[in-house]
């Protein structure tokens, strides 16, 4: 008995619902049967094989799901053991419990899942035998095949299809519905029940009656329209060749296991090669021999579902405009406009542009202004083909501007009012026109009349062409019926409702986002990925359907990280919960050495512990907490020996591992310090990053001697670093040197300053500013602050004014010109002529000024005889004799400061511009 395979309880169970059934004699051979084909209820010792249902056995008593049902009682039938029983009735117990562990650990970390144990299929098997023609065209990978694949493995994944209208799970046993725009899959009574209510919603919100072979539905998800006589009544497969499709453990779900042989988009004439699929059908792999686009390029062979290609030559077809070829590269379609330019003509022939060559018709939007066939008139239009004036407007009979007198005058004449009635119906439609005969519109009617309202409520006495709109609003019921019109003044026809639908949708999750409605509302258009515990395997499920469905099972490596301080975990699938503990030796450096931990690994132990409260008072007090903490365990130590050195590296003692420690021999350390001049004082130490057994490390004495070494040449300053091996830094200390024009001391760094040499010392020396030395010519030096002797009066590139004699005439000259004599500034005839002016004026004024003196002192005479007499008349006199002070002399003091502070600053300014 125990050499014998037994068949697991779970792999045992049928699903009927009816009586046992009484399998085959012991007596009969029995045919080898495949075991993925064996899906039904094991036979048991008796004969009988065992159901899953209530139905009842032979005797009428009923049956329970999971027991095997009795024989009729026999007289022959051996009595068993109260031992034997117990071990019989225990074993498919422990069966059970067994699987639905492993289940829990393995799947989904014990959820509450749906189970779909049922519907697990071998997908790689199922989908090589799908593509099994398609691959022998163009191969496992072909092209544009990915998306096919996707709807062929979602079709048996668990709980990856799902019907949109129910939120149910599509099994695949269910009778479903395939949309041919979307594919997507609906349970076939969820989408009868969903047509019928389009097509009841359609009759009721229209006010004729729609025929039945009119009436539309839409798919609930990509809103495809169908007629009514396309609503499925009957479940066929994918390829819609078989009815009712059994399942097959081989085939996909749905499908017949026949070729599609459906005409394949784009249309090129062939059919689909793969077995009956879900989804679309994949590109087409047939080979054909096709042109490129421009057809200059020898046919070549390709895949018919990619026979449209590009050569890359230069199209070369004639453009629209007829002059040129196209340029572009083999392309697709018609050839693009031309882009090149050339001198058009208008329409009229008046205007002349530069524009694109692919319209070479245009207007200059100016009058024609050609002469008419009447010969009195031109043509008013605006730039146009010729030819196309039309005869004269005015010409021909005629009618006064109410219609009712007709004249046959010439075209020059225009045409009298004829003094009637207008009577020209008025834009109201009811009355006419009450003015004599016009030119123009007519007014709007004033007539007063009795008016209805809109919703024909209310009346009321207006002005004709105005309209009545009452002030009540609708109390009707929109097509939604859920809310009112509160439209002022409805004539009946309600508008269509404007507000947010807002109700929630199926999945639970969303609010319909659609204008309110009546009927159901579409399903949630979202879809919801469900991945599994490390996120490379995952699955899309429709909105709603995330919180039943199971995560896919993944046949990757666990990902999460270890507990411990191992690298990586013992191997196992990657899963839901927690991972089981860590098998592997612990192989951890024990503490004080090197040596390794040779136990089972214990740094992540999962560890009980309740929670510390004193004694309970009584049963009323709840009880401590108890929970599962992680706790990491010592390394135990170790006990090998192991010679170990003194801390400055002198003598070499053994001690037990687990007691190895540091040491001081007490001699000095001796190790040469990082000065490179000096040793270390201290006792034995511990020595760290030293390079080499004879240097010193972080924790030897730091040297705080100051740096001895010799300066180099000019330098007066010593080193300001502590005592260092490396050669001293370049001394950053400050040195005072004249400039070359001595009118700066400059500051320079000691170091930069002896480093230097001579020509180098004269370039330090320079301070960068104007030579402010003058030269014989008056002006000053046009050189930077240099060495040596200024700039000759030769070259000196400063203006200076010259005048002519007469100084009249003035002029600006080099000062090199005027050092050299070459500028010279003669008089003109015109200087002759304004001096001979200027002496005759001068002449003139001084004989007036002798008249004016003559007459003043013989007014002065006279007032002085008059006024001889009289002392204050003669202090008066005094007074006015006196002479009066002139500008300068009142002003002489703030002129010499003024002009003093202008001299000052005109000379800051020259020496900031020459510096610049």
């Not at 409805?490 to 659609?514: F, V, W, Y």
């Not at 060495?787 to 010259?802: F, L, M, V």
Request: charged share 25%.
């Amino acid at each position: 008995m125990a050499s014998q395979q037994q068949t697991p309880l779970y792999l045992a169970q049928g699903k009927g619902r009816g009586r046992g059934r009484r399998g085959q004699q012991n007596s009969q051979p029995q045919q080898p049967v495949p075991s993925a084909w064996n899906s039904g209820p094991p036979v048991t010792a008796q004969g009988y094989r065992t159901g899953n249902g209530f139905g009842r056995n032979d005797n009428g008593k009923a049956n329970r799901p999971g027991r095997t049902t009795a024989p009729p009682q026999q007289q022959d039938v051996p009595i068993k053991s109260a031992e034997e029983r117990f071990q019989e009735a225990s074993k498919p117990l422990k069966e059970s419990v067994m699987y639905h562990m492993e289940a829990a650990a393995g799947d989904d970390g014990g959820q509450g899942y749906e189970s779909s144990s049922d519907e697990d299929l071998d997908d790689d098997k199922i989908l090589s035998t799908t593509y099994e023609a398609y691959a022998g065209q163009i191969g496992d990978n072909g092209e544009g095949v990915d998306k096919s694949k996707q709807f062929l493995r979602d079709a048996w994944l668990s709980g990856a299809s799902g019907c949109l209208v129910c939120l149910g799970k599509v099994k695949r046993i269910d009778a479903i519905w395939s949309c041919s725009e979307c594919h997507c899959v609906l349970h076939l009574v969820c989408i009868q029940k969903w047509a019928q209510q389009c097509t009841m919603l359609q009759d009721l919100h229209s006010d004729e009656s729609i025929p039945s072979s009119k009436a539309m539905w839409q798919c609930p998800k990509c809103r495809a329209d169908y007629r009514m006589a396309a609503c499925p009544r009957q479940y066929l497969c994918f390829c819609g060749k078989e009815k009712d499709p059994p399942a097959h453990p081989w085939l996909a779900p749905h499908t017949c296991g026949q070729t599609c042989e459906k005409p394949l988009r784009p249309q090129c004439g062939h059919k689909c090669l793969l077995l009956c699929h879900p989804g679309p059908c994949p590109p087409c792999p047939k080979m054909v021999r096709s042109p490129c686009y421009c057809g200059q390029s020898t046919p070549q062979t390709r895949r018919c579902s990619t026979r449209q290609w590009s050569c890359g030559q230069i199209c070369q077809r004639p453009l629209t405009c007829g002059q040129h070829m196209c340029q572009t590269p083999c392309h697709s379609g018609d050839c693009p406009p031309c882009d090149k330019t050339s001198q058009q003509r208008c329409m009229c022939g008046k205007g002349e542009q530069v524009r694109p060559c692919a319209s070479p018709e245009w207007s200059c939007d100016k009058i024609c202004g050609k002469v008419l066939s009447c010969g009195s008139h031109t043509c008013e239009k605006e730039c146009h083909q010729q030819g196309q004036c039309g005869d004269c407007p005015r010409s021909g009979q005629r009618t006064c501007p109410c219609g009712k007198t007709k004249f046959d005058l010439p075209c020059t004449e225009d045409i009298p009012n004829c003094g009637d009635t207008c009577e020209k119906l008025l834009s109201c439609g009811i009355h006419q026109c009450s003015q004599r005969c016009h030119t123009g519109e007519c007014e709007k009617c004033r007539q007063m009349c009795t008016k209805k309202c809109r919703c024909g409520l209310r009346e009321r006495s207006v002005l004709c062409h105005k309209e009545y709109l009452c002030d009540s609003k609708c109390s009707q019921m929109r097509e939604c019926t859920r809310h009112q019109c509160k439209r002022k003044c409805c004539d009946g026809s309600c508008p269509p409702c404007e507000q947010s639908c807002g109700r929630q949708l199926t999945c639970k999750n969303h609010k319909c986002q659609s204008r309110c409605h009546s009927g159901m509302c579409y399903p949630c258009p979202e879809i919801v990925e469900i991945k599994c515990f490390c996120g490379n395997t995952t699955i899309t499920v429709p909105c709603g359907r995330e919180k039943v469905t199971r995560p896919p099972r993944c046949s990757k490596k666990c990902s999460t990280a270890p507990d411990c301080h191992h690298p990586t975990r013992d191997h196992h699938r990657c899963h839901f919960g927690r991972c089981p503990p860590c098998r592997q030796m612990c192989a951890q450096p024990l503490l004080h050495c090197s040596h390794v931990c040779p136990k089972v690994c214990h740094s992540a132990v999962l560890v009980k512990q309740v929670e510390n409260k004193p004694a309970p008072a009584g049963p009323w007090e709840a009880k401590p907490k108890a929970m599962l903490t992680m706790v990491n365990f010592p390394c135990p130590p170790c006990e090998v020996p192991i010679p170990t050195e003194c801390l400055g590296k002198h003598e070499v003692t053994d001690l037990p591992c687990s007691s190895v420690a540091p040491f001081s021999c007490g001699r000095l350390c001796g190790r040469l310090l990082d000065c490179g001049n000096h040793t270390c004082g201290l006792a034995c130490h511990i020595v760290t990053g030293a390079q080499k057994d004879h240097e010193s490390g972080r924790e030897c004495a730091q040297c705080e001697e100051g740096c001895s070494k010799p300066r180099p040449k000019g330098c007066t300053h010593t080193c300001l670093e502590p005592c260092h091996p490396d050669p001293c830094p370049t001394c950053q200390q400050g040195v005072r040197v004249r400039c070359h024009c001595h009118m700066m001391v400059l500051h320079k760094e000691c170091g930069l300053w002896t480093a230097a040499n001579k020509q180098e010392k004269k370039k330090l020396m320079s301070c960068d500013g104007p030579c402010p030395k003058q030269l014989t010519c008056g002006h000053q030096c046009s050189k930077i602050c240099h060495d040596g002797e200024c700039s000759k009066p030769q070259d000196c590139t400063y203006k200076k004014a010259i005048r002519c004699s007469c100084r009249r005439r003035k002029k600006e000259f080099l000062c090199k010109e005027i050092h050299t004599g070459s500028a010279k500034l003669e008089c003109d005839d015109a200087c002759k002529q304004a001096k001979d002016k200027k002496e005759k004026m001068k002449e003139d004024e001084r004989k007036k000024q002798d008249e004016e003196e003559k007459k003043r002192q013989q007014r002065d005479q006279e007032e002085y005889d008059r006024l001889m007499g009289k002392n204050k008349r003669r202090k008066q006199r005094k007074r006015s004799q006196t002479k009066e002070l002139t500008f300068y002399e009142k002003n002489k003091k703030l002129i010499i400061i003024l002009s003093t502070s202008a001299v000052i600053l005109a000379a800051i300014v020259a020496f900031y511009l020459s510096k610049s």
